[in-house]
């Protein structure tokens, strides 16, 4: 095969893996919105990507060779027609998502074994026939190289190589820019045209094939006659890494994204500088293999094996506030803490991006049916790695502890390899390895560990498998903090945002929801209103820590008129009939999150809009101090929905309650609002004030906001499903400093 052509197949490659992973990231992402932000959802969206990666590579080398000798076609016309097929998933997709949701909505809470079941299930009929087209790809360009080159040994690599640098610069633009630029709709569209030019040119890759004169099937030398591994033995031990490096890699990966939370802050950029990372540092393993093949100086899989049971500890050994700025306050991450982190990972995975090709270079010589069979094994690993670290893993260890269990087996495969290396070696080897797991034990300070100590007692740690939730803190100081972030504090604005909304309202009310549990400290000030109150969290550990900071919370949890529901805020809109005369939400911090960008967005405004009574007033409240253009979207979002919209200024000076209603809302004087109130509730809202009440309240009253004030005249700065605005800001981040 000439060089030109190689570059052109390298090319093919680097898009298609470009592609992948710009769905994987919006698939992602969509599939968030639409089943919960919960970690059985990424857990699950990177398990069917890895099956229909092991099912396609599987089926695809299994069925090549019958394809091509029954039509008499090159193989490389059914790499285009997997990669057209690939491309039509861009559109379909959503559209999927969309219907799945609407099916789900009777399958209960979100915590409920029915909607995880369910949920995965509609994941999996969503994403698999796609996923399955991009494993099939592998085999069928080995078999279309082999027709090229039948003596080209290490195929595999070469594509992988391709590949996972177009994955990891596909990660990169969609993430810092696609998605920011162009939303998350065009930038599925960009990926299909990728796919679509793919398809293109392998066309007329086959045509310029078919025309020179195909290698006939008989000509491909058979499975039997490619070099296999020596022995039924070593084959096992093999087939036992690549599987076991697959399962560890992702599942650490899942471990990485809760455990690196404090020092990386926002979610969505963590997610995509763990996932560039890992994959840029495996690109430059697969990348030295094939530099050392071509020399003749190719790693055996023997030597690289005890370096991983090192590699797989020194995240736990960096991930420690005594070498990182890890705290969990908001704000952007410190440079050299972030830095620092991501390089622990970087050994680990540069050592699996090069025993992973060359392990199945060796396996298959170039073979497409032996290099689908074994290349599937390692990815059905990679499918249930993060199914076990999410579920049995995270709900019952700390990050710390499942990266030191998962890190196990790599010396586990030491252990059959013992004969090849002397005993002065071995010795050597454990007594190394023994020393910095004891480190990683128990001289390590984690970032739990360093709170505990700074902080004290008491502190309460619950897991589940959504989110880490620690409890601590004393009297006016306690704390809520969720995968390392502070969500919430006791403050009297959390108390204001059900307050002012209910005595605003022209008539008696009679039911509330609230939107984010938090501490529950504004279901509590609901619940003093004596109305119907309804509660929604998304993680189930903080609404057990309710009794943390409130003492009467076993009596409002039991109260008769008081509901509190685990489910997706969105999600339990879409599949309740009720209507409430006042909708509160508090959405979680970061703004940059996810989950608030779903809460803030014109979209959920609509659907929040549908379960207000004639009358009824949502509350959102919002930071203030953050970027101020972010606040023109968010001002601008719920401004496009409800026609009347009142703005004012937390009672401690740190952040705006926006009031929105179909209707006009008369705000009258302190004393007519205070003289509205049930007494039980006039005592909850003064409960930790040393003012009066009518002045306590006219702090808030009396610096009222002019929405006018607050909108971007640009009207397209504003917060949408498909383009949320906050959630990604690094270009214009960069841009304004």
Not at 142 to 157: H, K, L, N, V
Request: proline content about 6%; aromatic content about 12%.
């Amino acid at each position: 095969m000439n060089v030109f052509t190689r570059r052109i197949l390298f090319l093919l490659f680097f898009i298609s893996g470009l592609s992948s992973l710009v769905y994987q990231v919006v698939w992602t992402r969509l599939a968030f919105a639409s089943f919960g932000i919960i970690t059985p959802v990424l857990s699950v969206v990177l398990s069917v990507f890895m099956l229909g990666l092991a099912v396609g590579s599987w089926a695809g080398g299994r069925w090549v060779a019958p394809l091509t000798r029954r039509t008499g076609l090159s193989a490389v016309f059914f790499y285009a027609a997997a990669e057209l097929i690939i491309g039509l998933g861009a559109f379909v997709v959503p559209q999927l998502f969309a219907g799945g949701e609407n099916l789900l909505l009777a399958s209960g809470e979100t915590n409920s074994f029915g909607y995880l079941f369910l949920s995965a299930l509609v994941l999996a009929v969503s994403l698999l026939p796609w996923c399955v087209c991009m494993g099939i790809t592998f085999p069928f360009m080995m078999a279309y190289i082999r027709e090229r080159d039948g003596e080209a040994e290490a195929s595999f690599s070469f594509l992988y190589l391709a590949n996972v640098l177009g994955a990891m610069t596909g990660t990169f633009m969609t993430a810092i820019v696609w998605i920011e630029l162009l939303g998350f709709h065009h930038t599925l569209w960009m990926a299909a045209a990728g796919n679509f030019t793919i398809a293109l040119i392998s066309g007329l890759l086959g045509w310029e094939q078919q025309r020179l004169g195909r290698r006939e099937p008989s000509e491909i030398p058979p499975e039997s006659r490619v070099p296999a591994p020596a022995g039924q033995p070593q084959e096992r031990i093999i087939k036992g890494i690549l599987f076991s490096t697959g399962f560890i890699a992702m599942a650490m990966e899942v471990v990485w994204t809760r455990a690196f939370t404090p020092v990386l802050k926002t979610e969505v950029y963590s997610f995509a500088t763990i996932v560039f990372t890992y994959l840029g540092a495996t690109f430059f393993g697969s990348w030295r293999y094939r530099a050392d093949r071509s020399n003749g100086r190719a790693k055996s899989w023997r030597q690289l094996i005890p370096l991983l049971a090192f590699a797989g500890l020194l995240p736990v050994v960096l991930n420690t506030p005594a070498l990182l700025k890890a705290d969990y306050t908001e704000g952007i991450p410190d440079r050299r803490s972030v830095l620092l982190l991501l390089a622990g990972i970087v050994p680990i995975c540069a050592l699996l991006g090069y025993l992973t090709p060359s392990l199945i270079d060796e396996f298959s010589g170039g073979n497409p049916a032996r290099a689908g069979r074994v290349y599937a094994l390692n990815v059905v690993g990679c499918i249930l790695g993060p199914l076990f670290a999410c579920y049995a893993l995270l709900p019952h260890l700390s990050e710390r502890a499942a990266l030191i269990l998962l890190s196990l087996p790599f010396v586990g495969f030491c252990l059959p390899l013992q004969n090849h290396y002397c005993r002065r070696w071995q010795w050597g080897f454990l007594a190394s390895w023994g020393l910095v797991l004891g480190w990683s034990g128990l001289g390590v300070e984690d970032f739990a560990d360093r709170l505990h100590r700074k902080a004290g007692n008491p502190m309460v740690i619950r897991r589940d498998y959504t989110a880490t939730v620690i409890s601590f803190g004393q009297g006016p100081g306690r704390m809520l903090l969720v995968n390392g972030l502070g969500m919430t504090w006791l403050t009297p604005i959390t108390k204001f945002m059900v307050h002012l909304p209910l005595a605003c309202l022209k008539t008696p009310p009679q039911s509330a929801l609230v939107i984010c549990f938090g501490m529950g400290t504004s279901f509590r000030s609901a619940m003093s209103w004596n109305i119907d109150t309804t509660a929604v969290e998304l993680v189930p550990s903080v609404t057990k820590a309710f009794g943390f900071y409130h003492a009467d919370a076993a009596r409002l949890e039991n109260a008769t008129n008081g509901h509190i529901i685990t489910d997706d805020g969105r999600r339990f809109l879409k599949r309740t009939k009720q209507q409430f005369d006042v909708i509160v939400v508090d959405p979680p911090p970061p703004i940059e999150a996810a989950g608030s960008s779903l809460l803030f967005s014109r979209e959920f405004y609509e659907l929040a809009k549908r379960h207000l009574k004639p009358g009824g007033i949502i509350q959102m409240w919002y930071p203030a101090d953050q970027d101020i253009i972010t606040a023109q979207a968010a001002v601008r979002s719920i401004q496009e929905v409800f026609p009347y919209l009142r703005c004012f200024p937390s009672v401690d000076g740190w952040g705006i309650h926006m009031l929105a209603s179909s209707d006009p809302i008369a705000i009258a004087d302190a004393n007519t609002l205070l003289a509205r109130m049930p007494e039980s509730a006039r005592q909850d809202l003064m409960e930790w004030s040393p003012t009066n009440a009518p002045a306590y309240l006219s702090q808030v009253l009396n610096h009222e906001y002019q929405p006018a004030d607050l909108l971007n005249p640009n009207p397209d700065i504003q917060i949408t499903d498909d383009a949320p605005f906050n959630e990604y800001f690094l270009l214009r981040f960069l841009n304004h400093h």
